[in-house]
């Protein structure tokens, strides 16, 4: 195999582990990302479950205030009720019995309300319920998630340090002048840097090079750049199928 042929299946390997390895950077960025969705998610379950914390402490609050109030009134009723067996005239019995009734009609009042604030207790404590197991499943998705992204990533990572080996074999075998044309091509086209030319016909920019071009690339003698797109082009006979294919 002449040397031309050796750097440019050279190129050819260097483009293809460039490629991968963009594709890999990109993975291993992308994948701290992939959880946003669900920890997004559990931050507006525990903001749903402080607002009906909130609420619940406030109601709590109501009810204990409510169920004092019942207990002290309660208190006053039974000792007029005490007092209505010492009473020695009518108008202190009408009297006492005066307070009782607005006691009871107050407390009644206040049970009615504390029966609405247990009512509102219990839901807010079933809505808590469910986004607690909400929160949970949440939880236990991420869990999943991490250590099959952990997996994925440390298998990228390994991919990473091999592809890392044949670059570096690769630009060993490749002149730097060369090289760093490549590497000046890569910086400002998109990806293929080095192309196949078909029939005359340039696949990077899929335009027709030069007659002489042309002949100097079926030659392969030199490395030839397309002189409309500047990419590298080698001819496509100078490959089996089964290395362009692998090329693409």
Known sequence: MSLYMEQIEQLVVLQRVDSEILSLEKA??????????????LQYLQEQEGIIQEKLDIIL???????????????LIKKNKNKLLQVE???????IMRDMDALEKTNRQRKEELDTILADIHELEDRKAVLGKDMQEVRARMEEQQAQLDAKLQEKRERMGKLLQEKERATKAIPQPIL????????RLESPVIVPVREGICLGCHIAIPPQNYIDLQKGEQIVSCPNCQRIMYWDKHFSPREESAEA
């Open 28 to 41: 291993l960025q992308a994948a701290p990302h992939q959880l946003k969705e669900l920890e997004k998610r």
């Open 61 to 75: 609050e109501q009810k204990h205030k409510l169920e004092a109030e019942i207990d002290a009134d309660d208190q």
């Open 89 to 95: 005239n009518t108008k202190e019995y009408h009297a």
């Open 180 to 187: 760093e044309r490549y590497n000046f091509i890569r910086q």
